[in-house]
Protein backbone atom coordinates (compact mmCIF):
# COMPACT_ATOMS: atom_id res chain seq x y z
CA UNK A 1 0.00 0.00 0.00
CA UNK A 2 1.04 3.70 -0.98
CA UNK A 3 -0.89 4.81 1.99
CA UNK A 4 -1.37 8.64 1.59
CA UNK A 5 0.14 10.44 -1.84
CA UNK A 6 0.51 14.09 -3.06
CA UNK A 7 1.11 15.96 -6.13
CA UNK A 8 2.50 17.69 -6.64
CA UNK A 9 5.90 17.79 -4.30
CA UNK A 10 6.67 21.57 -4.53
CA UNK A 11 5.08 24.02 -6.21
CA UNK A 12 5.92 27.75 -6.73
CA UNK A 13 2.91 30.08 -8.13
CA UNK A 14 2.99 33.58 -9.05
CA UNK A 15 -0.13 35.86 -7.16
CA UNK A 16 -3.23 35.24 -9.01
CA UNK A 17 -2.61 32.15 -10.57
CA UNK A 18 -4.49 28.40 -9.70
CA UNK A 19 -3.69 25.33 -9.47
CA UNK A 20 -4.70 21.99 -8.06
CA UNK A 21 -3.76 20.00 -5.24
CA UNK A 22 -4.15 16.22 -5.56
CA UNK A 23 -4.39 14.13 -2.49
CA UNK A 24 -4.82 10.11 -3.35
CA UNK A 25 -5.30 7.50 -0.62
CA UNK A 26 -5.59 3.81 -1.05
CA UNK A 27 -7.04 2.45 2.47
CA UNK A 28 -10.88 2.90 1.73
CA UNK A 29 -11.01 5.36 4.35
CA UNK A 30 -14.10 7.38 4.73
CA UNK A 31 -12.39 10.99 5.90
CA UNK A 32 -10.23 12.45 4.04
CA UNK A 33 -8.38 16.20 5.53
CA UNK A 34 -6.55 19.69 4.31
CA UNK A 35 -4.32 21.08 6.76
CA UNK A 36 -1.57 24.15 6.14
CA UNK A 37 1.58 24.85 8.22
CA UNK A 38 2.94 27.80 8.25
CA UNK A 39 6.89 27.68 9.90
CA UNK A 40 6.89 27.42 13.20
CA UNK A 41 3.10 26.90 13.62
CA UNK A 42 0.45 23.73 14.28
CA UNK A 43 -1.67 22.57 11.72
CA UNK A 44 -4.77 24.12 10.47
CA UNK A 45 -7.90 22.48 9.20
CA UNK A 46 -8.64 23.88 5.63
CA UNK A 47 -11.53 21.77 4.75
CA UNK A 48 -12.10 17.73 5.12
CA UNK A 49 -14.49 15.05 3.66
CA UNK A 50 -16.39 12.67 5.55
CA UNK A 51 -17.65 10.73 2.45
CA UNK A 52 -17.65 10.60 -1.59
CA UNK A 53 -19.42 13.53 -2.45
CA UNK A 54 -19.03 15.40 0.83
CA UNK A 55 -17.00 18.30 2.26
CA UNK A 56 -16.74 21.01 5.26
CA UNK A 57 -15.57 23.83 5.98
CA UNK A 58 -12.43 24.01 8.89
CA UNK A 59 -10.91 26.60 10.57
CA UNK A 60 -9.37 28.60 7.61
CA UNK A 61 -11.19 27.68 4.47
CA UNK A 62 -11.66 31.11 2.79
CA UNK A 63 -9.26 30.97 -0.76
CA UNK A 64 -9.66 27.37 -0.57
CA UNK A 65 -12.43 24.81 -2.72
CA UNK A 66 -12.11 21.05 -2.23
CA UNK A 67 -13.82 18.48 -4.47
CA UNK A 68 -14.36 14.66 -3.49
CA UNK A 69 -15.66 13.09 -6.66
CA UNK A 70 -13.98 9.56 -5.81
CA UNK A 71 -13.75 7.93 -2.38
CA UNK A 72 -9.87 8.12 -2.90
CA UNK A 73 -9.08 11.46 -3.88
CA UNK A 74 -9.30 14.72 -2.29
CA UNK A 75 -8.82 17.59 -4.50
CA UNK A 76 -7.91 21.15 -3.21
CA UNK A 77 -8.04 24.17 -5.52
CA UNK A 78 -6.64 28.02 -5.09
CA UNK A 79 -8.26 29.88 -7.50
CA UNK A 80 -6.31 33.08 -7.15
CA UNK A 81 -3.39 32.42 -5.32
CA UNK A 82 -1.88 35.01 -2.40
CA UNK A 83 1.28 35.39 -0.84
CA UNK A 84 -0.67 34.31 2.33
CA UNK A 85 -1.00 30.73 0.91
CA UNK A 86 2.39 30.51 0.97
CA UNK A 87 2.63 27.15 3.55
CA UNK A 88 3.31 23.36 3.46
CA UNK A 89 -0.07 21.50 2.54
CA UNK A 90 -0.79 18.35 4.54
CA UNK A 91 -3.56 15.70 3.39
CA UNK A 92 -4.34 13.53 5.77
CA UNK A 93 -6.83 10.08 5.58
CA UNK A 94 -9.12 8.56 8.28
CA UNK A 95 -11.98 5.94 8.75
CA UNK A 96 -13.29 4.55 11.62
CA UNK A 97 -11.56 0.88 12.23
CA UNK A 98 -9.34 0.48 14.52
CA UNK A 99 -9.09 1.26 18.01
CA UNK A 100 -8.77 4.71 17.12
CA UNK A 101 -11.76 5.25 15.16
CA UNK A 102 -11.88 8.43 12.96
CA UNK A 103 -9.08 10.21 15.28
CA UNK A 104 -6.26 8.00 14.23
CA UNK A 105 -5.15 10.18 10.65
CA UNK A 106 -2.63 9.03 8.15
CA UNK A 107 -0.54 11.84 7.07
CA UNK A 108 0.91 12.48 3.38
CA UNK A 109 4.11 14.08 2.72
CA UNK A 110 3.02 17.34 1.88
CA UNK A 111 3.44 19.68 -0.85
CA UNK A 112 5.37 22.64 -0.42
CA UNK A 113 3.72 26.02 -1.95
CA UNK A 114 5.29 29.24 -2.72
CA UNK A 115 3.65 32.22 -3.71
CA UNK A 116 5.18 35.14 -5.31
CA UNK B 1 -14.02 21.47 20.14
CA UNK B 2 -12.26 21.40 23.41
CA UNK B 3 -9.38 23.42 23.31
CA UNK B 4 -5.66 22.02 24.52
CA UNK B 5 -3.34 23.70 26.19
CA UNK B 6 0.50 22.12 26.51
CA UNK B 7 4.05 23.39 27.17
CA UNK B 8 5.84 24.95 24.14
CA UNK B 9 8.80 23.37 24.44
CA UNK B 10 10.54 20.78 27.33
CA UNK B 11 14.18 19.48 26.93
CA UNK B 12 15.61 15.99 28.29
CA UNK B 13 18.22 13.98 27.61
CA UNK B 14 18.55 10.17 26.36
CA UNK B 15 17.71 7.67 28.45
CA UNK B 16 15.06 9.83 30.92
CA UNK B 17 11.54 9.47 30.66
CA UNK B 18 9.91 12.25 29.56
CA UNK B 19 6.26 13.40 30.45
CA UNK B 20 4.01 15.81 28.56
CA UNK B 21 1.12 16.89 30.18
CA UNK B 22 -1.61 18.76 28.44
CA UNK B 23 -4.77 19.99 29.60
CA UNK B 24 -8.41 20.27 28.39
CA UNK B 25 -10.74 21.74 30.91
CA UNK B 26 -13.40 21.59 28.33
CA UNK B 27 -13.58 18.04 27.18
CA UNK B 28 -16.92 16.54 26.11
CA UNK B 29 -18.44 13.64 27.31
CA UNK B 30 -17.86 11.84 24.02
CA UNK B 31 -14.33 13.56 23.24
CA UNK B 32 -11.34 11.16 23.09
CA UNK B 33 -7.80 12.54 23.74
CA UNK B 34 -5.09 11.73 20.73
CA UNK B 35 -1.59 12.13 20.40
CA UNK B 36 0.35 12.91 17.32
CA UNK B 37 4.47 12.92 16.89
CA UNK B 38 5.65 15.17 14.01
CA UNK B 39 9.43 14.96 12.84
CA UNK B 40 10.63 18.05 10.27
CA UNK B 41 9.73 17.96 7.10
CA UNK B 42 6.87 15.29 7.83
CA UNK B 43 3.25 14.61 8.21
CA UNK B 44 2.30 13.74 11.99
CA UNK B 45 2.22 10.66 13.56
CA UNK B 46 -0.37 8.59 15.53
CA UNK B 47 0.98 7.95 18.89
CA UNK B 48 -2.03 6.77 20.82
CA UNK B 49 -5.38 7.67 22.03
CA UNK B 50 -7.44 7.22 25.14
CA UNK B 51 -10.70 8.28 27.09
CA UNK B 52 -9.77 7.63 30.64
CA UNK B 53 -7.52 5.79 33.14
CA UNK B 54 -4.11 4.12 31.35
CA UNK B 55 -3.39 3.46 27.47
CA UNK B 56 -0.11 1.66 26.73
CA UNK B 57 1.64 0.61 23.74
CA UNK B 58 4.93 -0.40 22.45
CA UNK B 59 5.40 3.66 21.78
CA UNK B 60 4.36 5.24 25.00
CA UNK B 61 1.53 5.24 27.88
CA UNK B 62 -1.18 7.84 28.43
CA UNK B 63 -2.63 8.77 31.51
CA UNK B 64 -5.93 10.07 32.05
CA UNK B 65 -7.21 11.50 35.38
CA UNK B 66 -10.72 10.57 36.58
CA UNK B 67 -12.04 13.80 35.55
CA UNK B 68 -10.55 13.54 32.57
CA UNK B 69 -9.30 17.33 32.55
CA UNK B 70 -6.12 16.76 31.49
CA UNK B 71 -3.92 14.13 29.65
CA UNK B 72 0.31 13.29 30.48
CA UNK B 73 2.20 11.63 27.80
CA UNK B 74 4.82 9.39 29.05
CA UNK B 75 7.72 8.37 26.64
CA UNK B 76 10.36 5.70 28.28
CA UNK B 77 13.81 6.55 28.13
CA UNK B 78 13.66 8.04 24.83
CA UNK B 79 16.77 8.59 22.13
CA UNK B 80 17.90 11.38 20.21
CA UNK B 81 15.34 10.24 17.19
CA UNK B 82 12.43 11.13 19.91
CA UNK B 83 13.75 14.92 19.37
CA UNK B 84 10.13 15.73 17.61
CA UNK B 85 7.14 18.25 18.07
CA UNK B 86 3.94 16.16 19.93
CA UNK B 87 0.52 17.32 19.48
CA UNK B 88 -2.31 16.36 21.97
CA UNK B 89 -5.93 16.57 20.55
CA UNK B 90 -9.49 16.05 21.74
CA UNK B 91 -12.35 15.22 19.29
CA UNK B 92 -15.38 12.51 19.09
CA UNK B 93 -14.22 9.32 17.32
CA UNK B 94 -17.40 7.90 16.37
CA UNK B 95 -20.12 7.96 13.47
CA UNK B 96 -22.52 10.55 14.35
CA UNK B 97 -21.21 13.51 15.26
CA UNK B 98 -20.52 16.59 13.05
CA UNK B 99 -16.72 16.85 14.64
CA UNK B 100 -16.16 13.16 14.15
CA UNK B 101 -12.10 13.07 12.77
CA UNK B 102 -12.06 16.66 13.36
CA UNK B 103 -9.09 17.38 15.11
CA UNK B 104 -7.30 21.03 16.03
CA UNK B 105 -3.78 21.18 16.14
CA UNK B 106 -2.77 23.44 18.36
CA UNK B 107 1.14 24.28 18.16
CA UNK B 108 2.40 21.42 19.98
CA UNK B 109 5.28 20.84 22.42
CA UNK B 110 8.66 20.43 20.99
CA UNK B 111 10.72 18.15 22.86
CA UNK B 112 14.77 18.48 22.34
CA UNK B 113 16.36 15.01 23.39
CA UNK B 114 20.03 15.83 23.97
CA UNK B 115 22.95 13.00 24.43
Known amino acids: NAGVTQTPKFRVLKTGQSMTLLCAQDMNHEYMYWYRQDPGMGLRLIHY???????AKGEVPDGYNVSRLKKQNFLLGLESAAPSQTSVYFC???????????????FGPGTRLTVL | LAKTTQPISMDSYEGQEVNITCSHN???????ITWYQQFPSQGPRFIIQGYKTKVTNEVASLFIPADRKSSTLSLPRVSLSDTAVYYCLVGPSYHGSSNTGKLIFGQGTTLQVKP
Open chain 1, 92 to 106: ASGGMTGLAGANEQF
Open chain 1, 49 to 55: SVGEGTT
Open chain 2, 26 to 32: NIATNDY
